[in-house]
């Protein structure tokens, strides 16, 4: 025993350190790919480029995407499927091998900056994947420091809303007893290695639950009256930031007061089903664009204000593949055919009425100019 002991100091001197941070910046997108009409990943580096748009998201680690990312200097995080949560738990060198698979080799090319490790899966509709996540996320983050990234990828696991029993008053944010005992060991770990609590906050979900008693501006950051907490006597004018201190206060509830909340999913339905109310072109031209906004100010919120929020909003592209309501497919901020879905700033890839052929040619020779750095008069 005492033989082994300056290797089991070593590693545990060295996981002490935090990772490194995934998000440097304020805006991300989610690039979802659930589709078969969207561009191909060259071309969606040329459109992140042109809209300067410099932190993103996928749902798993295809390589075609890795290789296409490659140089531009765009940070992404990889996802690692909740269907590789039971074998990468089993054993550290699963989780090797599916980081030398399918991470190690783009590096440094492809700013691979950190690892989500499962997605919603505590409060998901699979128990026996709670069971499995901290030892999956463990696995993984002793891979990375056995293969000297551990500094360098951060490891996550996004949640969705699904794990709070309330976060109204934000006050109030509480996880769900049930989840407690899968919920600490992981807030733990994550704590030791520097991790941030991610969260997928939807007002869009919230609005369309109970739309007869959500103020709509209030779920879109128009003007409203807004609510009040009595605990913390603090004033609230839109529900997503609301949300976000409802996470910290869950947080808080369970002894993880430094723990930064990072918004891993945000966003509105511009198309929905009849009993999706408020899914409408016009809500989320208003939401994107005013999240826009907010976030662009690196603003903290009413409970943490010196802490800029940081967002990835969902979804770069419509997704015609995804399954469930009308709303699922029609998230995105950019159409299949890699123009806007609506105006808040951003720069298609074609024209958004696309009337002819030629207009789309300029329209991309226009992209790839500014992409590439050169300023046309």
């Known amino acids: 025993m005492v033989?082994?002991?300056?290797?089991?100091?070593?590693?545990?001197?060295?996981?002490?350190?935090?990772?490194?941070?995934?998000?440097?910046?304020?805006?991300?997108?989610?690039?979802?790919?659930?589709?078969?009409?969207?561009?191909?990943?060259?071309?969606?580096?040329?459109?992140?480029?042109a809209n300067k748009i410099k932190n993103t998201r996928i749902y798993d680690a295809d390589h075609s995407v890795l290789k296409a990312f490659s140089g531009s200097g765009i940070e992404i995080i990889v996802g690692l499927g909740n269907e590789f949560l039971r074998d990468i738990s089993i054993n550290q060198d699963r989780a090797v091998d599916w980081i030398k698979t399918n991470v190690e080799p783009f590096l440094p090319g492809t700013s691979i900056t950190g690892i989500a490790v499962g997605n919603?899966?505590?409060?998901?509709?699979?128990?026996e994947l709670w069971e499995v996540l901290v030892p999956a996320v463990r696995n993984v983050y002793n891979a990375l420091t056995q293969l000297r990234l551990a500094d360098k990828i951060e490891v996550s696991s996004p949640h969705s809303a699904a794990v709070f029993a309330t976060t109204f008053p934000p006050s109030a944010g509480a996880f769900k007893d049930t989840l407690l005992p899968y919920m600490r060991p992981l807030l733990r770990f994550f704590s030791h290695i520097g991790s941030p609590f991610y969260i997928n906050a939807y007002p869009f979900l919230a609005y369309i639950s109970d739309p007869s008693h959500i103020d709509l501006n209030y779920a879109i950051f128009e003007k409203n009256k807004g609510i009040y907490d009595a605990k913390?006597?603090?004033?609230?004018?839109?529900?997503?930031?609301?949300?976000v201190d409802a996470a910290y206060a869950a947080l808080e509830k369970v002894d993880f007061h430094r723990?930064?909340?990072?918004?891993?999913?945000?966003?509105?339905a511009s198309k929905g089903d009849d009993n999706?109310?408020?899914?409408?072109?016009?809500?989320?031209?208003?939401?994107?664009?005013?999240?826009?906004k907010r976030l662009m100010k690196k603003k903290g919120t009413p409970y943490r204000p010196?802490?800029?929020?940081?967002?990835?909003?969902?979804?770069?592209?419509?997704?015609?593949s995804k399954p469930g309501p009308t709303s699922e497919r029609n998230f995105?901020?950019?159409?299949?055919?890699?123009?806007?879905?609506?105006?808040?700033?951003?720069?298609g890839l074609v024209p958004s009425s696309a009337s002819s052929f030629l207009g789309s040619i300029k329209t991309c020779i226009w992209v790839l100019c500014v992409a590439a750095g050169v300023v046309l008069s």
């Open 3 to 49: 033989a082994y002991f300056p290797l089991l100091f070593c590693f545990i001197l060295l996981s002490s350190f935090p990772s490194h941070d995934a998000f440097t910046g304020t805006y991300g997108v989610n690039y979802g790919r659930l589709a078969d009409n969207i561009p191909h990943p060259e071309s969606v580096v040329t459109l992140l480029k």
């Open 120 to 127: 919603e899966v505590l409060g998901g509709g699979d128990p």
């Open 232 to 243: 913390t006597k603090l004033h609230y004018d839109n529900m997503f930031d609301a949300m």
């Open 259 to 268: 723990m930064e909340v990072i918004v891993s999913e945000t966003g509105w």
């Open 276 to 292: 999706e109310a408020g899914a409408t072109v016009k809500n989320a031209k208003t939401y994107n664009g005013n999240l826009k």
């Open 306 to 320: 010196k802490r800029a929020v940081k967002a990835y909003v969902f979804a770069l592209f419509n997704e015609n």
């Open 332 to 347: 995105g901020l950019f159409k299949a055919d890699g123009s806007t879905a609506y105006d808040i700033g951003f720069t």
